[in-house]
């Protein structure tokens, strides 16, 4: 018989709402759910996400242009954005991914200078603009996610 643990997840609705709709991952509710998984199981799903990681970094991590974890979970929530038909600026992204908003337009200066992002022309401040996925941009998201879902596929 397998050892058990109990995990609490809590709903942190208030963060990830601030500035934008809740989008794809979120909890609707503010319940506290419990989950029990077993210990092989929390090793094999740790297993699985470092090698998720590592299918990405290989894909796109290590070459000309470089795209970090920051990056990519900023491209990642572009493409929520734009499937929900919501918009997204650079301070929405900057409360989600909890980093200063110094820090974010410089990451969406980059992702826009090779060619993955590009923003509302019609805003004079990258603050005002909304920003979206080029086709590059959405290319490179589809074919990481197609391998993630390989990945699960044999999980």
């Not at 609705?13 to 509710?29: E, H, N, V, Y």
């Not at 299918?55 to 734009?82: A, C, K, T, W, Y």
């Not at 980059?110 to 990258?126: E, F, Q, T």
């Amino acid at each position: 018989m397998s050892e058990t643990k109990d995990i609490t997840f809590f709903s942190d609705s208030d963060s990830r709402q601030k500035g934008r709709q809740a989008i794809a991952l979120q909890p609707t509710d503010s319940a506290i759910e419990e989950i029990t998984v077993s210990d092989g199981n929390l090793t094999k799903i740790a297993s699985l996400l470092l090698e998720i990681r590592t299918d990405r970094v290989g894909q796109f991590g290590n070459g000309d242009p470089q795209i970090d974890d920051v990056s990519f979970h900023i491209l990642l929530d572009l493409m929520v954005s734009e499937s929900s038909r919501t918009s997204i600026s650079a301070q929405d992204l900057a409360k989600t991914h909890q980093v200063g908003w110094s820090t974010m337009l410089r990451y969406i200066d980059y992702l826009i200078s090779i060619g993955m992002v590009k923003k509302d022309k019609s805003a004079k401040n990258l603050d005002q603009s909304v920003l979206k996925l080029t086709k590059s941009g959405s290319d490179l998201c589809n074919t990481a996610l197609v391998k993630v879902d390989q990945r699960l596929g044999s999980f």
